[in-house]
């Protein structure tokens, strides 16, 4: 039975964080979980409970902190005299070079080109916008966004605002919601009406062209706020954006095959070769990434176009990080197509998440350049999903089940470990956003494994009286980070981020209970079932029904004739005559049949084949 008192794991034998035994002083940890303690919360320290913490006395820590002072005194004097006598070394500047070259935005928007067209604002719908608020976005998007999905080819923001307008207030929308400009902070407010007026016209209004396919890829990487998950469209965009590419033909695009001409019968401009390719690995980082994230199968999974991927990897240049997360997606994507259609069996799904470790962890040694943290935390988020669908599938208390938890354990502390250390490093002084700000800018599948890696650690270890105290503890500690990072982000008391923050208080308060504890709501959502679990029995907990009813429909069998006052006339009888066609079906018909083009078949064109008569 759940429990309406907060309570940490079962085997609690340390009651005190770190920061308040160091202290000395009373702490309330244990009642405010996933919350930190009251006194860590008002001082902003990192609110941890460790039980083999011992205290350091004050002396100690004074003498700790002066030689360490002292240490770092000493390297900076060393550092200056070193780099003031050292020459410069070729070899280094060029890395440099190519490092600061490789952080430029890939894509080239000429932001001064407002210049040459006389307008001082732009509007949609009676919307108005500043040029100054359109100039900073669009810088912001080329700096910040961009390089994390970079589909766009070089463009001028003249050519978008007069030609791909969707592509144009696309990229505001998303940009004035997630970095608002000082310039005009409620403009997402303001433009979200009519915004959606142009979408709900756009995105169905075939054939889109590459503009329009480029601009519902960058709303499902960065989608829009939505009061319930069940109502983010991202994976039906997904599926027109896809679609509209493969009618393209943009999934056989080749720089090779030189000018790819723009046929009528597609209707659409072709666009540059090099933008239909960065276009389609697009489709399919986005797709797979969501596909993963809602546990359904990808969208591009078949052998010929995962071979003509990496062909295109293999064969072009492709911003290194990009390449490596669509690397990684590949891998998913082959696997995913055996495990969801294998039969079950324990050995053979150990064997391939075996085989997709291995592949994974070669990724690393093939391509070592590149490898940021976010290629990182893409890893072990595929991974984390392949684990959990391997666990819900397998028997409780095999062998293999239980290295599969461990497994899952090490790679969900190792996503939280990355948000909490990018969440809290140091900015640089050239950045002028918030560490909150910065955050907002990742895309919504960062979060979505965040959540993920949460929710499998307080289903299998925070909230699980199997796990080991050591398990449960290393687990809680983790839960308060992500937990702090989503409240740290929420801006609105019903905004997504602080929803999730919610979800995990109110599982946090049920008391212990076992991780098999029933079958899944979705089993067939694979891994992402665990999470639409945490989703239900949120709603339990809290009070709320888990299931929808349906609506009832009104009986109108009263108002129905009854079949004995039903006349059936006899259609065939003396009395009844056939209904003759209509003059404009015959027109149709004579017109149809009279074309010339009919002769080189033999028919005749000269006779009318059909004539008004007296029916059969």
Known sequence: MASSTPSWPGVRPVKTCTECKQSKLRCDSKDRFPNPCSRCQARNLACSVDPSFRRTPARKRLEAMSRELRELRDQRISDVRAGSTASPDPDTGRSQDSSSSASRPSVAILLDDFELMGLESFELGGVVISKQSVIDIFKLFTSIYHPQLPILGPISLQTIYHSHPFLFWTIIIIVAFRSPVPSDEHLFTRLHDQYMQILRVEALQAPLPLSKIQALLLLCYWPLPVMHQRDDPSWLYCGIAVNAAQYMGIHRSSPKSGVTPSLYVVGVPSGSVHERMNTWLGCFLVSTSISMHLGLPPMINTPSDLASIRAILSEHTIPREFALQIRVLLVLAGFTNVLAHNSNDGVIDSSITQLLDGELDTLRITFPDGWTSMTDFCIVAVKMHVYTLVITRARSGTSSR???????????????????????????????????????????????????????????????????????????????????????????????????????????????????????????????????????????????????????????????????????????????????????????????????????????????????????
């Open 402 to 616: 239980e290295i599969l938890l461990k497994l899952g354990l090490a790679a969900a502390l190792r996503i939280i470990h990355l948000a909490n250390t990018r969440f809290n490093e140091r900015q640089d002084k050239t950045q002028t956003l918030t560490a909150a700000q910065r955050e907002k800018t990742l895309p919504k599948d960062y979060f979505r494994g965040l959540a993920f890696a949460t929710i499998f650690l307080l289903k299998y270890f925070t909230s699980n009286n199997s796990a080991s105290a050591e398990e449960q503890q290393l687990a809680a500690n983790h839960v308060i980070m992500a937990h702090t990072i989503f409240k740290s982000l929420a801006v609105h008391p019903q905004d997504e981020y602080k929803r999730v923050a919610n979800l995990f208080e109110t599982l946090c308060k049920q008391a212990p209970i076992p991780s098999d504890n029933g079958k899944s709501v979705m089993a067939d959502r694979m891994g992402v079932s665990i999470v639409l679990d945490a989703i239900t029995l949120g709603r339990e907990l809290r009070g709320h029904p888990a299931v929808m009813q349906e609506p009832e429909i009104p009986s109108t069998a009263e108002s129905l004739p009854s079949e004995n006052n039903i006349s059936h006339p006899d259609v065939f009888g003396p009395g009844s005559q056939l209904i003759e066609p209509w003059p404009s079906d015959l027109a149709f018909a004579n017109e149809f049949w009279g074309d010339p083009s009919w002769d080189v078949f033999c028919i005749p064109t000269v006779t009318s084949h059909f004539q008004p008569g007296q029916g059969l």
